[in-house]
């Protein structure tokens, strides 16, 4: 797990300081090593987590003389020895014993198709050193992130937003568009746009080719099929929960290739839990176990410890209980939004970072239980959509509309300023053209489908990737594994949302752990602080939507935001998100990576906010 940075320039040679800049402001990604390569119009800049293959020999970027091929890469592929072990079949000669220079290999074998071969998560840039052309390739689900911008000539990518930034040059005015996702679908903003009018994100499961004059093309090279399966179609429930539980327990034991010792997030819930207890299976004994907890607020509890002690004393693990008192809340909130690519409004984002501080001092790789919701169907919003009439587009998108979304249209129009409205509703528009997609046999498989493909992707996955990174942690996804991932879309929809939700994995986990971890109301990483706003908080979040730079930018009528900060708590959304907390921590997010974009990274523990 790496951060990787590039140029292209079309008529000019490439601009190396660029890269360099760019490059160093990925340091937190790759703390083990970096490197920066250059040719003519191309240049790579890479920071290097040492996971697989910890001798020099995988340092990158990674040059092949002999094919003309170079590369920057960041992810893991877990079947690489495998691939390895084919390509020196096929001739192929290798210098080190890295995934990296599996893929390049790859790439001289089967060219782009090499992504098929690949069960992993990835994003990496593939240089020819004779046509000039390069290609950007992220993997099936985004699990690892790409961006991307045009500037001077030329296209310029990175792992983060910010590290774009760091180049120059970027159009970095807010994208009204992504403004109005921003605030009423849930802060997810879909790919390819990003907050950012100049920046791009590249969409899971894509290959970008890029030609030394400009062209691009892009090509999406998988996704899964949400209709039912014929070969499946006289499967009994006890089929797909076995297919289900054997389909996790190989994602779960890919997931532990490293030459360095794999921990695992334990939040207490089902979904880790069962991680635990697979993990177990497979013979990690004395496996490093990790769980957070808060100080209560505004009545709400702040830790969900009985349950993972639960799982810790079930199978004897290694646990670590990480207490975080509310002095250490607010600093650490500084850290997280310096290490956001895009703001990230989802509450468990500063759990995740303290979270990630303290298993960063234990392990290098951690696996986590990320993604089950939207897989199998946990969250509130999809049973209801069995009740859509069959076909209804619009009834369908009510349904989800209601339970997802922050604002309506005219909850919208009463917040944004004139100058930044667009006459549209973006984020309905956008539900209704995916629900209306071929592929997805109820009302319930497209919500499946769309949560899969974008809230997915643009909201617990990035936090995930964000957070880890931001301390030198590798985290992986085994729920993400795409032939799972395959499986389950064909699963039919009632036996995932039986049993209250996941009804399929919660069968098919009993023969594994504590049913006491099963049949337990859902939880979430709780950080009732920035639910329940009031003190420092609350004054972070006035002093950012007060600032010179805010009332410049005028996002915001300035009546709506008193009467928020008039009543800072009188109403949740639907997701239970604080309205006041998402505006401020967009300004907050956009003061301190745009506003003082090309200071440099911050002081990563965030202290003297």
Not at 82 to 99: K, M, P, Q, V
Not at 379 to 384: D, G, T
Not at 477 to 490: I, M, R
Not at 502 to 513: C, F, N, T
């Amino acid at each position: 797990m790496c951060g990787l940075a590039g140029e292209i320039a079309f008529h000019r040679a490439a601009d190396v300081s660029a890269v360099a800049a760019m490059t160093r402001r990925l340091a937190p990604r790759g703390p083990d090593g970096q490197g920066v390569w250059s040719q003519n119009q191309v240049a790579l800049g890479h920071r290097r987590l040492s996971i697989i293959d910890l001798s020099p020999s995988g340092t990158q970027p990674i040059h092949d003389a002999e094919l003309g091929l170079t590369i920057a890469f960041n992810g893991c592929i877990y079947n690489y020895r495998e691939l390895r072990a084919d390509l020196a079949g096929r001739g192929h000669r290798f210098a080190s014993h890295s995934d990296t220079e599996v893929v390049l290999k790859g790439y001289a074998e089967w060219g782009p198709a090499v992504v098929d071969r690949l069960q992993g998560m990835f994003a990496f840039a593939i240089a020819e050193r004779d046509s000039g052309r390069v290609l950007l390739v992220r993997d099936r689900l985004g699990i690892k992130p790409l961006y991307w911008a045009e500037v001077d000539g030329a296209i310029r990518f990175a792992s983060t937003l910010p590290a774009l930034l760091e180049g120059g040059g970027i159009d970095d005015t807010v994208d009204p568009v992504a403004l109005q996702h921003y605030l009423s679908f849930h802060s997810v903003v879909p790919s390819p746009r990003t907050i950012l009018a100049g920046v791009h994100r590249l969409p899971p499961a894509t290959i970008m080719t890029i030609e030394p004059d400009g062209r691009r093309q892009e090509q999406t090279y998988w996704e899964a099929d949400f209709s039912r399966d014929d070969a499946r179609s006289d499967w009994s429930e006890r089929d797909w929960e076995d297919a289900v539980l054997a389909s996790l327990r190989t994602a779960v034991e890919r997931r532990l290739v490293a030459d360095v010792p794999v921990g695992c997030l334990l939040s207490g819930g089902l979904d880790s839990s069962l991680i635990v207890g697979l993990l177990a299976e497979a013979g990690q004994h004395g496996l490093k176990t990790f769980s957070i907890g808060f100080e209560s607020a505004g009545g709400q509890e702040g830790d969900e410890f009985r349950y993972s002690d639960i799982i810790a004393r079930e199978y004897d693990t290694d646990h670590h209980q990480i207490r975080i008192s509310a002095d250490r809340m607010l600093p650490a909130l500084d850290g997280a939004i310096e290490s956001m690519s895009e703001p990230m409004v989802s509450h468990d984002v500063v759990a995740f970072y303290l979270l990630s501080q303290e298993v960063s001092k234990h392990v290098k790789v951690v696996q986590s239980g990320q993604g089950a919701d939207e897989i199998f169907a946990g969250y509130h919003w999809y049973p209801p959509m069995a009740a859509a009439a069959d076909g209804d587009v619009d009834d369908a998108l009510r349904r989800y509309q209601k339970a997802f979304f922050d604002r309506d249209r005219a909850g919208l129009d009463a917040l944004i300023a004139p100058d930044w409205q667009i006459g549209a509703y973006a984020a309905e528009d956008f539900v209704r053209d995916h629900f209306a997609a071929p592929g997805a046999a109820t009302a319930t498989d497209r919500a499946l489908r769309l949560d899969t493909r974008v809230m997915l992707v643009d909201d617990p996955v990035k936090r995930v990737d964000n957070m880890t990174m931001a301390w030198g942690l590798e985290g992986r996804v085994p729920f993400l594994d795409h032939e799972l991932v395959e499986l389950a879309a064909t699963c039919p929809p009632e036996l995932k949302t039986a049993h209250d939700g996941k009804g399929v994995l919660k069968q098919a986990a009993r023969r594994v752990i504590p049913a006491g971890v099963i049949d337990r109301p859902k939880g979430y990483f709780p950080v009732p602080a920035l639910t329940h706003l009031s003190g420092r908080p609350l004054e972070l979040v006035r002093d950012a939507l007060h600032a010179p730079a805010a009332k410049e930018r005028g996002l915001f009528r300035p009546e709506a935001i008193d009467a928020l900060l008039a009543a800072p708590n009188e109403r949740l959304t639907p997701l239970r998100g604080n309205p006041l907390w998402q505006i401020g921590l967009l300004e907050l997010w956009l003061q301190r990576h745009v506003d003082r974009a090309g200071e440099g990274a911050a002081n990563p523990d965030g202290i003297g906010a």
